[in-house]
T-cell receptor, first 111, second 112 residues
């Protein structure tokens, strides 16, 4: 059964304190791994897609990496506006277009 | 401005009533999806449609129904058979299988 586990559930950082969020996954055949940002009461905002192990994508202070078993979202020198819940999802080659989501990591960045 | 719209933002209903949530997209995407989000849980797929006039059940389709008569529209009906309908409902669309999904702003449904 496809499964996605994110850790930690919550992370508190001081402004400028870099860290990483983890997304571990189990799928029979990975089509793609997706990262989203979700602010309270809003829909998820697409950040990155990763398709194969070794791939990396960057956007401002965020960098996503992928291995065969997990993905990391690295946040460099975060700012308070980076506070949000970060969601990871995988798409299985054998499951049509559906995404399997993890429960998310709630990030809080204090000034 | 291209995007996905959901209406209304908040919806209140009494138990036993059916309710329809609207989802419209002008991104020219073929595929559309409905998810449900509950506190402490990941998004769960209710229904999805990869092409007009065709749709498939997701993981939690019981008590819900959909239609896809137009490419731009994918309404979701929450029926009285849904035992725990109170939740945050999210609609998404994508170019198709393997592409990223883009989400609407969501509808928060409260049933009392």
């Amino acid at each position: 059964e496809d499964q996605v586990t994110q850790s930690p559930e919550a992370l508190r950082l001081q402004e400028g304190e870099s860290s990483s969020l983890n997304c571990s996954y189990t799928v029979s055949g990975l089509r793609g791994l997706f990262w989203y940002r979700q602010d309270p009461g809003k829909g998820p905002e697409f950040l990155f897609t990763l398709y194969s192990a070794g791939e990396e994508k960057e956007k401002e202070r965020l960098k996503a990496t992928l291995t065969k078993k997990e993905s990391f979202l690295h946040i460099t020198a975060p700012k308070p506006e980076d506070s949000a819940t970060y969601l990871c999802a995988v798409q299985d080659n054998n499951q049509g277009g559906k995404l399997i989501f993890g429960q998310g990591t709630e990030l809080s960045v204090k000034p | 401005d291209g995007g996905i719209t959901q209406s209304p933002k908040y919806l209140f209903r009494k138990e036993g009533q059916n309710v329809t949530l609207s989802c419209e997209q002008n991104l020219n995407h073929d595929a559309m999806y409905w998810y449900r989000q509950d506190p402490g849980q990941g998004l769960r797929l209710i229904y999805y449609s990869q092409i007009v006039n065709d749709f498939q059940k997701g993981d939690i389709a019981e008590g819900y129904s959909v239609s896809r008569e137009k490419k731009e529209s994918f309404p979701l009906t929450v029926t009285s058979a849904q035992k725990n309908p109170t939740a945050f409902y999210l609609c998404a669309s994508s170019k198709g299988h393997g592409y990223e999904q883009y989400f609407g702003p969501g509808t928060r449904l409260t049933v009392t």
